[in-house]
């Protein structure tokens, strides 16, 4: 995907795009109806949510003492554990296990998180073969592109558009569109690939702290064959992914499949405790888990952004986002796109940088209406509207704070502030605007290539109201 | 609750733009009984500034709107976006502020014109009207944040003339989003042509909604569509289709 073209550019190109349009369009459909047939009580849902929400909130408030618990477990269960802060920490971390195992051909089942510290090219470039072993990565690593969904990978493709990437990549195979038959093929490319890989890479859904637990969810039946039978496993998680205990978990997933994809529970869900014990016929002789930071410390200090980190990772704010079903996964340039992405990642690279993702909202909410935990996506996109343009760097809790600011839209916003702040300037401008029918800002831009332009009334209500006698007091 | 006097705020968008909205809001009360007060020095509810990150600027404009509003009796709004931002976002955008009570206790005296309609004066409507046939656009304040979404639905069943039909669309945000249509205009653009389309597609003459800011959108993008769709508010559709024309 090409990362220097800017947003604006991304999002025309996407809004140019029909196939990608009416691609996203009929997915989210799906996955909105989906989702909707599985809560059809809003009360019951509710309390569903809240009973999440209360879960993720308690792992925050508590982090550090059960990340403590979380390792102390991990390590008793004979899972080694270590701590990245950064992407390069975490990759060379996992790239010095590999080498320490001779490691040359690895698969790996679906992890956003590896996506995060793109481990794929670091992998790549020391020569270790890596595959993803998820159907939709495992095209979207075909075709040399990008998740752009973080459940669906390759949503953004057709059918037909798979279908060519397929066969273009495996010319033993007869071309189809048969969706089956793809898959079929798939599958019997990826079982040779896993019978022969040196280690399985996998991310973790919860990592439960009580009993050093890893959980993984995942529909394929790639995630069980990455963490089982290869001789080693290496699973990476964000520190945030922690919940106190095995209790924790079933209510969480029981939301987490249903607002994702609308499932009852997905095919698989596998809890990890240990590496192979004697005695036992299969699972990985060695295990190891990389706990990245990545900047999710800093927002975890941030009281105010903190339930950011809540997220529980299932792209419903996306499915329901009427801007990224416009413009699509890739448009936003971030790991993560959609609501969550636009209040994620500027918060984790800068505000300098990203932080005009943010305009990329109507506000509409709908996001924060369906996020299983809670997260007040909305206000929290609103929030770093603010931080951008008044907030102080001083205070450097969200890099670059304030570095939005423009004098020019400052301006435009103090004379608003005088006319609407001041009922008696307002009297004077509304009298204006409605007998003069001026009014019309000229920073009005592009409304008028899709719209006319609203004229104001010949009178104002303040005049009929006071014309048909209502009381002013 | 016996009410037997309310405050009219307009709004600044329905002052400027659609004053016989705010008018047939004023009248559909007045005819329940209802003393209305409309006071003359409102403005805006600061919503513009607040939602493009411009606190500092909302602030004394939603202040200038408290004096406004000194006694104990409801504040009826025909927006639900600017009931919404009042309602629910005062209490952050006052946050730390010595005045936070005051704008706080005017936040919880805030209602919606057609949640104050049903759910407090209980309004029984007889339709006078021709058959018509309409579509209904609920805004996304008054879906998600005031959650008062249906009461327009309950006041147009009531109107035995009236055909609602469903659009397609219809948990879907008409992509004003007020300064995003300007900072993302193709985004706000491509959103309002799949929403005008849905709109088209119902064979209704007109659209209904409780909120000017959608109906500008949507309206002024039908216009430029060449469409004969009409848009109109709720209060205007109402009172023009139940009160005795001499």
Known sequence: MPRTETFTDRINDALDNEQLHSNFRSAMNYLMEKRRDKFPDQEKLDNLRNIASSIRANSLSNLADLLIKLEENLESNNITVHWAETDLEANNIIYQILKDANAKTIVKGKSMVTEEIELNEFLEDKDIEILETDLGEFLIQLANEKPSHIVMPAIHKSRKEISKVFAEHFPEFPYTEDVDLITQQARKILRDKFRQADAGISGVNFAVAETGTLCLVENEGNGRMCTTVPPLHIAVTGIEKVVEKLSDVAPLLDILTKSATGQEITTYFNMISSPRREGEKDGPKSMHVVLLDNGRSKIHQNNEMQETLKCIRCGSCMNHCPVYTQVGGHAYGTVYPGPIGITLEPQKQGITQLGELTSACSLCGACGEVCPVQIPLPKLINKLRSEAVEGNNANELIEGAGSKRSSLELLAWKNWRLLYGNPFFYSIFSKAATTLGFITPKTIGKWGKYRTTPIPSKHSLKEMANKAGFDNE | ?246
């Open chain 2, 1 to 246: 609750m016996a009410v037997n006097e309310v405050y009219f705020m307009g709004t600044c968008l329905v002052d400027l733009f659609y004053p016989k909205a705010g008018l047939a809001g004023m009248q559909l009360l007045k005819r329940e009984g209802i003393k209305v007060i409309y006071p003359s020095k409102q403005t805006c509810c600061g919503q513009p500034a607040f939602n493009s990150g411009y606190r500092k600027e909302s602030l004394p404009v939603a202040r200038s709107l408290i004096k406004c509003f000194p006694k104990d009796i409801p504040i009826v709004i025909p927006s639900g976006s600017c009931a919404g931002m009042i309602k629910h976002h005062w209490s952050e955008l006052f946050e730390g502020e010595s005045d936070i009570e005051t704008a706080l206790s005017v936040a919880e005296r805030v209602y919606e014109l057609t949640e104050f309609l049903v759910d407090e004066l209980n309004v029984e409507l007889t339709d006078l009207g021709e058959p018509t046939k309409i579509t209904i656009h609920t805004s996304c304040a008054s879906r998600n944040e005031m959650k008062i979404a249906e009461r327009i639905e309950d006041l147009v069943a009531q109107l035995s003339k009236v055909e609602v039909l469903e659009q397609e669309r219809k948990s879907e945000c008409c992509g004003f989003g007020g300064t995003f249509a300007v900072k993302q205009a193709d985004i706000s653009g491509a959103m309002v042509k799949d929403k005008t389309d849905a709109l088209k597609a119902t064979d209704a003459s007109s659209v209904i909604s409780q909120d000017c800011g959608c109906l500008m959108n949507i309206g002024c993008a039908l216009e430029k569509q060449n469409s004969k769709l009409k848009t109109q508010h709720i209060a205007e559709f109402l009172w023009d289709r139940t009160h005795a024309k001499n």
